[in-house]
């Protein structure tokens, strides 16, 4: 399947106009895209007590998982800084559970600049990993 980032990342730039963040005011989107085409998108959504805070990374799993998707071909992120937007060490870990070896993560900032990254080369020192 041919993956275009550009538009993946486009799209994660919309998904954080939604994010709720008026804590960090650091807006992420994030769009998770599904070996039959399907697309999900999250935002970041905080919470007066940091730690309950939700990525934008993790909610677009959530989306996705709850339609029935557990398989996923590509990931894209964006936040709305110049610097790209990384996951967070928790985000790799619940990213470790559903990509594959080869699903490439877009990580953009705000203006649609990218880098594409594995999850290996994110996570290699992973302790679990559902990675087929
Ligand atoms: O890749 C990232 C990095 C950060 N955030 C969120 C978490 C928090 O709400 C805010 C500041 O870290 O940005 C994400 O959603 N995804
Ligand atoms: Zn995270």
């Given at each position: 399947m041919k993956i275009n980032g550009m538009k993946l990342v486009q799209l994660a730039r919309e998904a954080a106009?939604?994010?709720?963040?008026?804590?960090?005011c650091y807006r992420v989107g994030a769009v998770i895209l599904a070996p039959d085409g399907k697309m999900f998108c999250g935002c970041n959504v905080e919470n007066?007590?940091?730690?309950a805070s939700i990525c934008a990374e993790r909610a677009a799993v959530a989306q996705a998982v709850s339609a029935?998707?557990?398989?996923?071909v590509a990931i894209a992120i964006a936040g709305s800084g110049m610097e790209m937007a990384y996951p967070c060490r928790i985000c790799r870990q619940v990213l470790a559970e559903f990509l594959r070896k080869d699903t490439k993560i877009f990580c953009a900032n705000s203006v649609g600049k990218y880098e594409v990254f594995t999850l290996e080369e994110l996570l290699?020192?992973?302790?679990y990993t559902g990675l087929k």
């Open positions: 106009k939604n994010a709720y963040a008026p804590y960090s007066v007590a940091f730690s029935g998707y557990t398989e996923f290699p020192y992973r302790f």
